[in-house]
Antibody, heavy 122, light 109 residues
Framework: QLQLQESGPGLVKPSETLSLTCTVS??????????WGWIRQPPGKGLEWLGN???????FYNPSLKSRLTMSIDTSRNQFSLRLSSVTAADTAVYYC??????????????WGQGTLVFVSS | EIVLTQSPATLSVSPGKRATLSCRAS??????LAWYQQKRGQTPRLLIY???TRATGIPARFSGSGSGTEFTLTISSLQSEDFAVYYC???????????FGGGTKVEIK
C-alpha cells in the first residue's frame, strides 16, 4: 500500500519560494499507474488542487496558480516535489501530497499524505 | 472552471438520524464526482467515487447518488465518528482542472 510523506520548511518569507518534497513508500514512483499530486488547505478553509506530475515529468497545473508552480519528480529517490514562487500570506496552508490514477474517469485523490503546514511570514 | 456548490454549509443532525448533503455543479460532470470526509485535525479520506461507489472500507451507511449537475451524499444513521466536514470533488473537466466544493460541516444537534 502506498504511503506518502511531505517534508520541507514550515516557514517561508513573503516573496520567496516555497519548496516541498513528498517521499513515496510502498511502491515505485516510476510507474504509469499513478499521477503524483499536491493539494493545499488554508487554515479553516477548503481544499484546492494545485497540480499533478507524471513519472515522465509531464505536469498539469491549476490554471490559477500555473505561473508560480513547478512540480518535478525524482525517480531515483522515489520522491516528487513542489515549488511555489513569490509566496504571500495567502499561500499559508497545509500542503498535502496525493495520488491519482491517470485515467480520466478515475481522477480522485487516494491516498493522501498527512500534510505539512507552511506559514508565510517575515 | 467547473464550480461545485455544497449545501448546506452546516448541517446539525442528531446521532442516529439521517444526513443528506448536496453538491451542485455549474455544468455537467456526468458521474465523475467524489466525496471526502475530513475530521478535525485529520487528512481527508475518500468516501465515494464515480458518484455512487463506496471506497474500500467505507461503511454501507454512506451512499452517494446523482449525475450531471446534482449530487447527494447520504449518511443513513449518523454515528459519533461521522461528525466532520464533507467535500465533493469533480474530475470531469480534465485536464483543465480538478475542483472541490466548499464543504459541508456535519455537527451534533
Amino acid at each position: 500500500q502506498l504511503q506518502l510523506q511531505e517534508s520541507g520548511p514550515g516557514l517561508v518569507k513573503p516573496s520567496e519560494t516555497l519548496s516541498l518534497t513528498c517521499t513515496v513508500s510502498g511502491g515505485s514512483i516510476n510507474t504509469n499507474n499513478y499521477y503524483w499530486g499536491w493539494i493545499r488547505q488554508p487554515p479553516g478553509k477548503g481544499l484546492e488542487w494545485l497540480g499533478n506530475v507524471f513519472y515522465t515529468g509531464s505536469t498539469f497545473y491549476n490554471p490559477s496558480l500555473k505561473s508560480r508552480l513547478t512540480m518535478s519528480i525524482d525517480t531515483s529517490r522515489n520522491q516528487f516535489s513542489l515549488r511555489l514562487s513569490s509566496v504571500t500570506a495567502a499561500d499559508t496552508a497545509v500542503y498535502y501530497c496525493v495520488t491519482l490514477v491517470p485515467v480520466i474517469t478515475n481522477l480522485w485523490f487516494d491516498p493522501w499524505g498527512q500534510g505539512t503546514l507552511v506559514f508565510v511570514s517575515s | 472552471e467547473i464550480v461545485l456548490t455544497q449545501s448546506p454549509a452546516t448541517l446539525s443532525v442528531s446521532p442516529g438520524k439521517r444526513a443528506t448533503l448536496s453538491c451542485r455543479a455549474s455544468q455537467s460532470v456526468n458521474t465523475n464526482l467524489a466525496w471526502y470526509q475530513q475530521k478535525r485535525g485529520q487528512t481527508p479520506r475518500l468516501l465515494i467515487y464515480g458518484a455512487s461507489t463506496r471506497a474500500t472500507g467505507i461503511p454501507a451507511r454512506f451512499s452517494g447518488s446523482g449525475s450531471g449537475t446534482e449530487f447527494t451524499l447520504t449518511i443513513s444513521s449518523l454515528q459519533s465518528e461521522d461528525f466532520a466536514v464533507y467535500y465533493c470533488q469533480q474530475y470531469n473537466n480534465w485536464p483543465e482542472g480538478l475542483t472541490f466544493g466548499g464543504g459541508t460541516k456535519v455537527e451534533i444537534k
